[in-house]
């Protein structure tokens, strides 16, 4: 390949590029709420420990399922027992046994949202965690706010090449923002956007939570490459 015949990746005086990039923010209603809960037991004796922490899991789980169709996943994560040692002398001895098991609640239906998480929160040795708001990953906002980006990368194009008098003749590249070397999109940090909140174990059973569904974030950039007619300089 000769030179004259390399590619030229800014264009040419008769062919000329433009590049740009399109950007769109959506601001929506979250589609479901995660819980965070966290059972746990106490005891001096490893096997009366084990039997509580299994008996209020399995409590939490027969509250949650009770929900039916309002859950949509429910998951038990890490599960651990330990032994809390004490100096005896020169030896040391299990002064307790402390066990703990993570449940992950994933609810759709938000007016039963509010109910649950108190329930929970009035259960011997439980704490919540949460409302976690959050869309699916097959939110149609996500695709939504990813054609408004495209619709926006063409108007920007269409804007600089009518500033030179020239029209847009072809896309010649349509990436999405982090590909073939672009600069990463700085995306909120874990956690933002979300409400959280902490619940503990109460002595009497109180009323229903109202929970305010927290609208969600969606962002979309993309870069875009045209060329254009010959500007009128």
Known sequence: ????????PYGTP????VA???????????EI???GITVTARGTDRRAALEDLTRRNNTVLELVKSYGDAVEKLETGA??????????GRAERTRAYHGRVHITAELADFTALGELTTRLADLELTSVDGP???????????????????LEAVQRAREYAAALGADLSALVELADLGAENALPFQAAAPGAGMRTMAFSTTEETAPPLDLEPQRQTVYAQVNARFTMT????
């Open 20 to 30: 740009v990039r399109g950007e769109a923010r959506l601001e929506v209603d979250p």
């Open 79 to 88: 599960f651990s027992i330990n032994p809390e040692l004490t100096r005896h």
């Open 132 to 150: 976690w708001w959050a869309l699916r990953p097959t939110s149609p906002a996500h695709g939504e706010a990813r054609r408004q980006a495209v």
């Open 33 to 35: 709420a995660r819980l």
């Open 230 to 233: 010959p500007p009128q300089l």
């Open 14 to 17: 008769e062919v000329p590029r």
């Open 1 to 8: 390949m000769t030179q004259d015949s390399a590619p030229q």
